[in-house]
């Protein structure tokens, strides 16, 4: 599965905004997909990902309350909605896919497919 998220751009703080991960493949049902986001010179950190026919989802702490996250199978696309942002929340945020052989969960090594990155930049 290929996947390419977009929907970044520079926003103030309180403001939403809402990142889009589009999926090319006819398998994308059976992945769970997740976000990720990557602040400069820190380590790429879980943000929140949903299971396969969204019955489970799971946020960050820093996302829980303020961010969610859906999916649409029949269009093969996974939505983050960002309110409330924060300058903290300045990243550049990726979509992965994990096709589930090793669990569901948060951990990098789980996903085994990436997108390229969409800079959200919170400006105060």
């Known amino acids: 599965v290929q996947l390419q998220a977009s929907g970044g751009g520079v926003v103030q703080v309180g403001d939403s905004l809402r990142l889009s991960c589009a999926a090319s493949?006819?398998?994308?049902?059976?992945?769970?997909i997740a976000w990720f986001r990557q602040a400069p010179e820190k380590e790429r950190e879980f943000v929140a990902a949903i299971s396969t026919r969204s019955s489970i989802t799971d946020y960050s702490d820093s996302a829980k309350d303020r961010f969610t996250i859906t999916r649409n199978n029949v269009n093969q696309s996974v939505y983050l909605q960002m309110n409330d942002l924060k300058p903290e929340d300045t990243a550049v945020y990726y979509c992965?896919?994990?096709?589930?052989?090793?669990?569901?969960?948060?951990?990098?090594?789980?996903?085994?497919?990436w997108g390229h990155g969409t800079l959200v930049t919170v400006s105060s």
């Open positions: 493949g006819r398998i994308f049902h059976v992945y769970a």
């Open positions: 992965a896919a994990d096709s589930l052989e090793n669990g569901f969960g948060r951990d990098v090594w789980l996903y085994d497919y």
